[in-house]
């Protein structure tokens, strides 16, 4: 009967051993998994080489054992182990994700600095030709006009004049003589009590003695301050004329379009698409596109064409070879 006690109790102490092996055996094979992938993960995030790698931290529990018996069995060491490889992993997982997202950010930034980077070089480009063809006048380029998108646009021609302000009541301006400011404090400002028929005449006045850019800023206010005054629709259509006769027909075709888009019932509009078609003659857009637009104004104001511009159409059309 004792025997047969003993090989029970025997049996249960290796059965408990092998199980236990058992147990250590997966458990280390688990953190040795764990290691591997943790390298892997170290070699990513610090490829610089060593003393850049994160040790796990194990903080060994405090011993609440009897003295002379073991702190902790192997089974709790790689259990230590395995959570504090785990932790790690978690956190090092952390940091690659927010440093792709940062990487991202970057790429967006970079694009949209590229973006901006190439409207201002075409509008310096815009404003540098200019310059040549004033010889050295100023001609600075609105912030709100660089980069902006061209649509197609009308024809050549005779050129219709365009007519004084108020009929009867507006002067031609003299040629101004003497130094620049001494030029433009030469051009009367009106008075009227009105600031948008002010504005246009003033700035008119200033287009007739070729004050381009003083002219372009005076007109550009009362486009942008007034859009509802009939001369929203003159200013506009002036503003276009004097980026045009300064040598800057890039940006004379967006100010006609915008003129002709935003207000198509305006007075100077049928103007501005007639312009239109100048300003992309010398951007050498093809012919396709300048019929287009000699088309757009038949159909819409054809019976509102004065004679002299009719004639220009005409002779636009038979120079683009319009069918």
Not at 210 to 226: F, G, Q, S
């Amino acid at each position: 009967m004792r025997f047969l006690l003993a090989a029970t109790a025997m049996a249960v102490v290796f059965g408990a051993a092998g199980t236990a092996q058992a147990q250590d055996s997966a458990i280390s094979g688990r953190v040795d998994r764990l290691e591997r992938e943790m390298r892997a993960v170290q070699r990513k995030v610090f490829p610089g080489g060593a003393g850049q790698t994160v040790e796990p931290q194990i903080t060994p529990e405090t011993s609440t054992t009897v003295p002379g018996m073991p702190s902790s069995s192997p089974l709790s060491d790689l259990t230590q182990r395995v959570t504090a490889l785990e932790e790690q992993q978690r956190t090092l997982t952390g940091q690659v994700e927010q440093g792709q997202y940062r990487l991202r950010q970057l790429e967006d930034a970079f694009a949209a600095y590229k973006r901006l980077a190439d409207n201002r070089l075409k509008a310096l480009e815009d404003r540098s030709t200019a310059t040549a063809a004033l010889g050295g006048e100023d001609t600075t380029v609105p912030a709100d006009t660089a980069g902006a998108a061209i649509r197609p646009p009308a024809p050549i021609g005779t050129r219709p004049s365009i007519p004084a302000p108020s009929a009867g009541t507006t002067p031609a301006a003299p040629k101004p003589t003497g130094t620049r400011a001494q030029q433009v404090a030469a051009i009367e400002k009106p008075a009227t009590g009105d600031p948008a028929e002010d504005g246009y005449t003033y700035g008119f006045r200033l287009w007739q003695a070729k004050l381009y850019p003083e002219a372009r800023r005076e007109l550009e206010t009362v486009a942008t301050k007034y859009p509802t005054h009939r001369r929203a629709s003159y200013s506009q259509n002036l503003l276009g004329r004097a980026y045009l006769d300064s040598g800057a027909p890039s940006l004379a075709a967006v100010a006609f379009y915008e003129n002709y888009k935003k207000n198509p019932k305006g007075e100077r509009a049928p103007d501005s698409l007639y312009y239109l078609a100048q300003a992309l003659i010398k951007l050498k857009k093809p012919a396709s596109e300048v019929c287009k637009v000699y088309t757009e104004l038949d159909q819409l104001y054809g019976d509102k064409l004065s004679t002299e511009m009719k004639a220009g159409v005409a002779e636009g059309r038979a120079s683009q070879k319009c069918k």
